[in-house]
C-alpha cells in the first residue's frame, strides 16, 4: 500500500510540476512582452526627439545652435528627468533620426544599443544590410563588437563597388 501512495505523490508533483511550469510560462512570456513594448516605446521617443532637435536646428545636417540647444537640453532634462540625458545621448539621439528618416524603418526587435551601433554605419547601403542582418539574427548587443569590425571591412567593400 505504500508504494501506491508513492506512485500517487509522484503523479500529483508531476502534475503539478507541469502546471507550476505553464503558470510560470505566462508570466515569463508577458514580462518579455512589457521589456519588448517599452523598448521600442523609448526607442520611437529617442527617433522623435532626434527629429525635433533636427528641425529646430532648421533640418541641417551640423548646425552651431544645436551645441547650445543639445547642451540646454541636457542640463533642463537630467534636472526634470534624472539620468540618460547626456549632451552625448541627445547627439546620439539626432544622429539616429538622420540616420532613420522613416520612423516606420524601425523595428521592435532591435534595442537603443543595436541602433547605436548602427548609427555609427556611415554608408547607407552598409546600414541598411546590417539592420536587416540584426533583424534576421537578433544579434546581441555583445556581438557588436564583431559588426563594428565587419563594418571596417564591409563599408570599403561597398565604396569600392560603387566606385
Known amino acids: ?13 508531476k ?7 505553464q503558470v510560470r510560462d505566462v508570466f515569463v512570456q508577458a514580462r518579455q512582452f512589457v521589456h519588448k513594448t517599452a523598448n ?3 526607442v520611437k521617443a529617442y527617433w522623435l526627439v532626434g527629429k525635433m532637435i533636427v ?15 543639445i547642451a540646454s537640453l541636457a542640463i533642463q532634462l537630467t534636472a526634470d528627468l ?6 552625448a545621448n541627445l547627439r546620439y539621439m539626432r544622429l539616429f533620426y538622420l540616420a ?18 548602427l548609427i555609427s554605419v556611415e554608408n547607407e547601403e552598409a546600414r541598411a544590410y546590417y539592420l536587416e542582418e540584426a533583424k534576421k539574427s537578433l544579434w546581441s548587443v555583445r556581438e557588436r563588437t564583431a559588426i563594428e569590425d565587419a563594418n571596417l571591412s ?10
Open 15 to 21: 502534475t503539478e510540476s507541469a502546471f507550476y511550469a
Open 154 to 163: 564591409r563599408n570599403g567593400m561597398l565604396a569600392r563597388s560603387a566606385a
Open 82 to 87: 534624472g539620468k540618460g540625458f547626456t549632451q
Open 100 to 117: 532613420f528618416r522613416n520612423c516606420h524603418t524601425l523595428c521592435d526587435e532591435l534595442s537603443w544599443s543595436h541602433y547605436r551601433l
Open 1 to 13: 500500500m505504500r508504494m501506491a501512495k508513492s506512485k500517487e505523490q509522484k503523479a500529483v508533483v
Open 40 to 42: 521600442f516605446a523609448m
Open 55 to 69: 528641425e529646430k536646428q532648421g533640418g541641417e545636417a551640423k548646425a552651431a545652435y544645436g551645441d547650445r540647444l
